[in-house]
């Protein structure tokens, strides 16, 4: 698994990828703007087994992949910044679309609440990465969900309500 990060992700203190790097310890994050080394990253990645998860034409909804596709995925790529600056992350960044892209049709509901977002069928990094694990090995991920509900839970135990949001 490997994220690419937007530098002010990485300083929110509500990103969801520190949460999913305490849970597997395997997760690879690389900063988006460091473009020499995710290019050297990026270059030593076979593109016919890594899949890039963005909602971009062509890519293939991973709950319409066989078993026999899906266990040819050695690794995904997930961006974490917001859905502008993945966007323009994607458009910018060439490398990027040498890799096959999966995408969502019909991702899980959404437990981060402490942010908001875009509309009701966005998932933050972690959701995203566990529901690709899910898909891709059949693997249960929903102990990493429960872990960052209650870190959410505890991370904002002391909040007012009026800073709650509700999707």
């Known amino acids: ?13 509500k990103n969801t990828v520190s949460l999913l790097c305490l849970g597997l310890p395997a997760v690879q994050c690389v900063s988006s703007n460091d473009r020499n080394l995710l290019e050297s990253v990026l270059s030593q990645l076979d593109e016919s087994k890594w899949r890039l998860v963005f909602p971009c034409n062509g890519a293939i909804p991973i709950e319409s992949m066989n078993r026999v596709d899906a266990s040819q995925i050695e ?11 993945a966007k323009k992350m994607y458009l910018t960044q060439p490398f990027l679309q040498k890799f096959g892209a999966i995408a969502f049709s019909q991702p899980p509901v959404g437990q981060y609440v402490i ?13 995203a990465c566990a529901y690709v ?35």
């Open 1 to 13: 698994m490997l994220i690419l990060q937007d530098p002010k992700e990485a300083k929110h203190a």
């Open 75 to 85: 690794g995904v790529i997930l961006l974490d910044a917001t859905w502008r600056k």
């Open 115 to 127: 942010r908001k977002s875009p509309n009701n069928l966005s998932v933050s990094t972690l959701e």
């Open 133 to 167: 694990v899910e898909k891709i090995t059949t693997d249960n991920m929903q102990p990493l969900r429960d872990f960052m509900v209650v870190a959410q839970k505890w991370q904002w135990r002391k909040q007012p309500l009026k800073h709650r949001h509700s999707n």
